[in-house]
């Protein structure tokens, strides 16, 4: 995850992390042992026991890159930018305006509206278009929160959740009782928690879909099965399931579920809320009255053009997709386990996304296996990739320990992802553990 729009979004703990050192240039981690917490850059962290020193070999930007950070976002697939591109120019109207070229630009919004509601199963009218997935939670919370009935004064949420539901669950006015329910070592959501965490006091249910650091997949159909029983509206971040794997909102019975383009190959900066049809929010954005009054602003056209024609290209791949890219993760992991000495999975073993693969190397750091290993992108399970000590509240919500939540990484594999990228990331992982580990040895000694 990133600070500053990456893949928890900003936090006010998350300081943004500084350039990479220079080609050649020699960083130091520190790893803090006396559980003392220091705020320091990110290659400079206060170190009480032991100090990894780790020669750059290059900064590895550019060419010869493997990208394994699916996750967090996404390149614009080629159909996608060549649906978007006549929207920006030459068909440069706003979908507001009552002439042609605005005509022009509301019909291309309305075909991307369908594109969207038929990738996960509902009605184009049920569709909002949103800046992307944290509005969308924001909008669904918030929104559900103003027009609940005066009795109903609780929100559930699960301890893996996004921050972008999280915190705007926290922020809710004047919320008192917002309840976590605990997930199991897998990062799936403990139903008889859930369970025993409702009644009718509880406004919203928002549960995430598939779990963004781990991958885990929760039973959706379950939770709302059992939220409905007491008659809470029920919201999920499917954020990292859509686009990757299939779902009907119908089979979920849902109530509200967002979601966002540019985690599967469309654009950045804009999403979804699927709004089931009688549910009923408030706006959070008032003004022109845009998407029906629910969320004002002039539409951003070549955006949601742009997820419509990702939101219509996953629906075509989707069945595709899936099956390779996971035989190429499973045996990605195999791999990893049968070169690199402590080694361990986190996650599900079986109900995980197609693409997502979070492992633990025992004994080492994962900011520092990052940023020796410069040409790999992939991600630290924890809350923000700078220099932030606070260890993934979701790998301590599965029940590991901070130092063991610090030496974890995330791998997003992609649709162009090679087999050959992924054995030469285990070779280039192969040999960065080592190395730290070498020299943790030596400092230790
Ligand atoms: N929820 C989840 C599960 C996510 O992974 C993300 C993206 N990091 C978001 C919400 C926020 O999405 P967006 O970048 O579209 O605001």
């Known amino acids: 995850m990133t600070c500053g729009g990456g893949e928890d979004g900003p936090a006010p703990w998350c300081h943004p992390r500084p350039p990479r050192p220079d080609s050649g240039s020699i960083g130091v981690c520190f790893r803090n042992t006396m559980g003392s917490e220091r705020h320091a850059p990110w290659h400079l962290r206060t170190n009480v026991h032991m100090v990894f020193v780790v020669i750059f070999a290059s900064d590895g930007g ?10 967090a976002t996404t390149p614009v697939a080629d159909e996608v930018l060549g649906a978007m591109l006549p929207w920006f120019q030459s068909d440069f109207g706003n979908a ?18 369908e594109q969207v509601a ?3 199963g509902a009605a184009p009218g049920e569709i909002v278009f949103t800046s992307g997935a944290t509005e969308a939670n924001n909008l669904a919370l918030q929104g559900a929160w103003a027009v609940r009935p005066s009795t109903r004064d609780r929100v559930v949420v699960s301890a893996v959740e996004h921050k972008a539901v999280l915190e705007a669950a926290a922020e809710l006015p004047g919320i008192t009782d917002v309840t976590v329910v605990p997930v199991d070592r897998h990062g799936r959501i403990d139903l008889s928690a859930l369970e025993k965490s409702l009644d009718d006091r509880v406004a919203i249910v928002s549960i995430i879909a598939a779990n963004n650091e781990v991958g885990t997949l929760n039973p ?12 809470a509206v029920v919201h999920t971040d499917a954020t990292q399931w859509v686009g990757k794997q299939s779902l009907a909102v119908d089979d979920w019975n849902v109530d509200l579920l967002s979601l966002s383009a540019h985690k599967f190959y469309g654009p950045k900066g804009v999403g979804a809320l699927f709004l089931r049809r009688g549910q009923r929010i408030v706006p959070s954005l008032y003004g022109g009255g845009q998407e029906r ?5 002039t539409l951003n056209v070549p955006g949601i053009v742009g997820l ?29 386990e049968s070169t690199i000495p402590g080694v361990s999975l986190n996650g599900h073993p079986t109900d995980r996304l197609c693409n997502t693969l979070n492992v633990r190397f025992e004994g080492v750091e994962g900011e520092a296996i ?29 029940g590991l320990g901070r130092e063991a939540a610090d030496e974890c990484l995330r791998f997003s594999l992609g649709r162009d992802t090679t087999n050959a990228e992924l054995h030469e990331a285990v070779r280039l992982l192969e040999a960065t553990v080592a190395r730290v580990r070498a020299l943790t040895a030596v400092m230790g000694s």
Do not use: W
């Not at 507001?96 to 509206?113: D, F, L, M, N, T």
């Not at 939101?311 to 190429?328: F, G, I, S, V, Y």
């Open 62 to 71: 550019g060419a010869g890159m493997i990208y394994l950070d699916h996750n």
């Open 96 to 113: 507001s305006s009552a002439h042609i070229p605005g005509r022009r630009a509301a019909a291309a919004v309305e075909h991307a509206r």
């Open 118 to 120: 038929s990738l996960i």
């Open 220 to 231: 959706i159909a379950d939770v709302t099965r059992l939220a409905k029983a007491v008659g």
């Open 293 to 297: 009054g629910i969320r004002s602003g």
């Open 308 to 336: 419509g024609a990702a939101a219509e290209l996953a629906a075509r791949r989707l069945a595709n997709d899936e099956a390779p890219l996971k035989q190429m993760r499973d045996i990605f992991f195999l791999e990893l």
């Open 370 to 398: 990052l940023a020796s290993t410069p040409e790999l992108a992939a991600s630290t399970g924890s809350a923000c990739e700078s220099a932030s000590p606070t260890p993934s509240h979701v790998l301590l919500a599965m």
